[in-house]
């Protein structure tokens, strides 16, 4: 079913497969990948009727209707985390960004092998710009809130699983209560001093 046209500040989250690049080395990979994607895009927004996407390849970008700004970013964390977890067991990881700000989409006039569907907006520039060139570099499997531009629209405390760094807050969907992200967190920073120690190992061997 084709999108209503859309034009307010809202949430938006762009978001992506991580490894994509890489997974299209292999065309049956990259294949899955998307549909698998796609597939929990879908059922992700069947369930939560205040979050529309627009799914492109292997990435989508998401935005909240209505509500108070409470609601929305609710409503879209709640769609983001049920992409994630849902991928997880098929061995995908998604980075994803979120912005407050203006978003526009409208259909067009449409020819035969011709689409037009454009996007606009603060809020979505911001999403995308901080997925594909924020620092620091957002990694596989995080999700984050662009703090610039966000004021104090939100009551943050009320959102127990996001924790704030410099330019972000950053949303631990994977765990259940705020008790359990210092673990999370540990673990996670592990998992990357072994991926380098393994670099070092090869190199060391191949000497």
């Known amino acids: 079913m084709p999108l209503a046209p859309y034009d307010e500040e809202t949430f938006i989250a762009f978001t992506d497969i991580s490894g994509f690049k890489e997974m ?3 065309g049956d990979k990259a294949a899955q990948a998307m549909n698998s994607f796609y597939n929990a ?13 627009l799914f492109v390849s292997d990435c989508a ?3 909240s209707l209505s509500g108070s700004t409470e609601v929305r970013l609710d409503s879209l964390l709640s769609v983001l985390k049920n992409i994630n977890r849902t991928l997880l067991p098929n ?6 960004s979120i912005a407050w700000g203006h978003f526009s989409y409208h259909d067009r ?3 035969p092998g011709i689409g037009k569907q454009p996007i606009f907006g603060n809020g979505y520039l911001a999403a995308f710009l901080d997925n594909e060139i924020g620092s620091p570099r957002i990694q596989p499997g995080q999700c984050r809130i662009v703090k610039k531009g966000l004021g104090s629209i939100i009551n943050v405390p009320q959102f127990n699983l996001l924790e704030e760094t410099a330019k972000h807050f950053q949303y631990f969907w994977n765990v259940d209560s705020p008790e ?3 673990n999370f967190k540990a673990r ?4 990357y001093n072994l991926k380098y120690a393994g670099m070092l190992s090869v190199l060391r061997m191949s000497g």
Do not use: C, K, P
């Open 61 to 63: 970008i998401l935005f």
């Open 180 to 182: 359990e992200i210092g």
């Open 109 to 111: 006039i449409e020819f």
């Open 91 to 96: 061995g995908i990881m998604l980075t994803s």
């Open 41 to 53: 895009g879908y059922a992700a927004l069947e369930q939560e009727n205040n979050v529309n996407g």
């Open 188 to 191: 996670y920073h592990d998992s």
């Open 24 to 26: 299209m080395r292999s």
